[in-house]
């Protein structure tokens, strides 16, 4: 008898949540789902289109890379810890850490998330 009481109130919950979350739709105009909120922003497509690089020289990275001003879009951005892999940075000119390369233009400092979108010319909006 709980067994059918609980199916019940678990059956109503959903029609109840089913019923807000169409009226909240109806409302707004705005849908949520799990699409909209794992799409990439303009921004971040925009930096994958470009050529940005960052040049490291570290035992920890992932320590470096939290102390960035550009953490949360670090993944559109093509990242290569000289330490380990020399040849790469020695071909590229890079003497200096952090180095950025935007589009052939080379950083040699720590950027912040304005610079970023500034020197690669995509809209942070």
Do not use: H
Not at 49 to 58: G, H, W
């Amino acid at each position: 008898m709980k067994a059918f009481l609980m199916v019940g109130i678990l059956v109503f919950l959903v029609v109840v949540f089913f019923f807000i979350s169409s009226s909240i739709t109806k409302y707004t105009g705005f849908f949520v789902s799990s699409d909209t909120l794992n799409r990439p922003s303009d921004f971040e497509v925009c930096l994958r289109e470009k050529d940005v690089r960052l040049y490291l020289n570290s035992n920890d990275v992932a320590g470096s890379l939290k102390e960035s001003g550009v953490v949360d879009y670090l993944d559109e951005v093509d990242i290569f810890n000289c330490l380990r892999d020399n040849q790469k940075c020695l071909g590229d000119g890079v003497n200096e850490f952090p180095t950025w390369i935007i589009d052939g233009r080379k950083f040699e400092k720590d950027i912040s998330v304005y610079e970023l979108a500034d020197y690669s010319e995509c809209d942070l909006v």
